[in-house]
């Protein structure tokens, strides 16, 4: 009698992406439930809903609201329109898309870490990497809490990474177009990603896919106001919470005891000099990897031009902070716990002390005033010199290979 085949042991439950998908969105839902509050960001998002409802279809008409690619208006406009003729919480309804796209990617995260059966890991704690993610502390604040939606973006960009590394270029373009339309930054990774794709006409078809889509939307908006196109969309310099400048800022009003304010006016000649910084940098790590003296795998590429994209870049606000984080999870980056700590004190200060309202009704701060303060000095230095040292030490590493 020949013995039955010994069956494989299953996965745990509690592994699979389903599992981690679900969780993420919990404890993502959770905290949009204890922050439904119309401030912030989400109150710019439904002064833009009102604005298309009411006043235009073009939100670029609208000074200083609406500095994105146009697609997310209509995410902001349907939920204005639920709001009004169902009854729905707004800052509920837009948050909605924003923590089922991030719990979507923990699972995308949770699907690839483990890389391909009999293979390498991708990550060091690959088994446990969507979950890493699913309750990442920088995650659920920028996104449960605060609201915004690079998550959106940043589900389309691994996507379109995982995509590319399987052969599929065609759907990989589409779905870094998507990341594109939602959000510009995206296109960052562009430059890097055509090179890994074989062959100057493949990498013009790629290239063509990821961008006109997205001029085409941007087509009816440039003959109605081309003006206040440009104006909204190319003119925004981002906000010097955090990066390099918001660092100088915080230790300016620990020393001074006056917080300067965040507008872009006060800080133009540096956000310009930090935006030459930020090319050229960019510029020398695309040069690095097509001469192959850094070789960086796809993953990489797209985490280094990020990292370097936050050092050199000084005018960051808060949802910058989450960028790097789903490429650093997936690949098992040494400086995750560390950014993570970095991160989190320097967000939970900025809320309360610069964000009212955020985490907590603005009458009812979670932290006493001056204390937030400190923590917001404290950690946006700290995150900085943190991410500094991790693209410096990503670069030594694939020097090392070479």
């Given at each position: 009698m020949t013995a039955a085949a010994r069956e494989p042991d299953r996965a745990p439950a509690w592994?699979?992406?389903?599992?981690?998908?679900?969780?993420?969105?919990?404890?993502?839902?959770?905290?949009?439930?204890?922050?439904?509050?119309?401030?912030?960001?989400?109150?710019?998002?439904?002064?833009?809903?009102?604005?298309?409802?009411?006043?235009?279809?073009?939100?670029?008409?609208?000074?200083?609201?609406?500095?994105?690619?146009?697609?997310?208006?209509?995410?902001?406009?349907?939920?204005?329109?639920?709001?009004?003729h169902a009854g729905l919480p707004f800052a509920l309804t837009v948050k909605a898309p924003l923590a089922l796209a991030d719990a979507l990617l923990a699972g995308l995260i949770a699907t690839w870490a483990p890389g391909p059966p009999g293979g390498p890991a991708r990550a060091r704690w690959a088994p446990w990497a969507g979950w890493v993610y699913a309750l990442h502390p920088v995650a659920l604040l920028v996104v449960g809490f605060h609201g915004q939606f690079d998550s959106v973006a940043l589900l389309a960009l691994l996507g379109a990474l995982r995509l590319l590394e399987r052969g599929r270029r065609d759907r990989s373009a589409?779905?870094?177009?998507?990341?594109?339309?939602?959000?510009?930054?995206?296109?960052?990774?562009?430059?890097?990603?055509l090179l890994f794709v074989p062959g100057p006409r493949a990498?013009?078809?790629?290239?063509?896919?990821?961008?006109?889509?997205?001029?085409?939307?941007?087509?009816?908006?440039?003959?109605?106001?081309?003006?206040?196109?440009?104006?909204?969309?190319?003119?925004?310099?981002?906000?010097?919470?955090?990066?390099?400048?918001?660092?100088?800022?915080?230790?300016?009003?620990?020393?001074?005891?006056?917080?300067?304010?965040?507008?872009?006016?006060?800080?133009?000649?540096l956000t310009t000099v930090s935006k030459a910084m930020a090319l050229a940098a960019m510029a020398v790590l695309w040069?690095?990897?097509?001469?192959?003296?850094?070789?960086?795998?796809l993953e990489a590429s797209a985490l280094g031009v990020l990292l370097a994209f936050e050092v050199f870049y000084g005018a960051l606000s808060a949802q910058y902070l989450l960028w790097p984080i789903p490429l650093a999870v997936l690949v098992g980056e040494r400086f995750v716990p560390l950014?993570?700590?970095?991160?989190?004190?320097?967000?939970?200060?900025?809320?309360?002390?610069?964000?009212?309202?955020?985490?907590?009704?603005?009458?009812?701060?979670?932290?006493?005033?001056?204390?937030?303060?400190?923590?917001?000095?404290?950690?946006?230095?700290?995150?900085?010199?943190v991410t500094a040292a991790w693209l410096a030490d990503l670069v030594r590493r694939g020097r090392a290979r070479s």
């Open positions: 592994s699979s992406p389903a599992a981690v998908v679900l969780a993420a969105f919990a404890v993502r839902a959770a905290a949009a439930l204890l922050s439904d509050r119309v401030v912030a960001d989400v109150l710019r998002y439904h002064k833009v809903a009102s604005h298309v409802l009411d006043v235009s279809w073009n939100p670029y008409l609208a000074a200083r609201l609406y500095p994105y690619p146009p697609f997310w208006i209509w995410v902001e406009a349907g939920a204005e329109w639920l709001a009004r589409l779905a870094l177009c998507a990341g594109i339309a939602l959000k510009s930054f995206p296109v960052l990774v562009l430059p890097f990603a990498r013009v078809r790629y290239l063509v896919l990821a961008l006109a889509p997205v001029a085409l939307l941007l087509v009816p908006f440039a003959i109605a106001d081309r003006a206040a196109l440009a104006r909204e969309l190319f003119a925004y310099g981002g906000i010097p919470d955090f990066g390099w400048i918001g660092a100088l800022r915080a230790l300016d009003a620990s020393v001074t005891g006056h917080v300067t304010r965040a507008s872009a006016s006060q800080w133009a000649a040069w690095a990897v097509a001469s192959t003296r850094l070789r960086w795998r950014h993570a700590v970095a991160a989190t004190a320097a967000l939970a200060g900025f809320y309360v002390f610069l964000a009212p309202g955020v985490l907590s009704p603005a009458d009812a701060p979670i932290l006493p005033v001056a204390a937030a303060q400190r923590l917001w000095t404290a950690g946006t230095v700290l995150l900085w010199l």
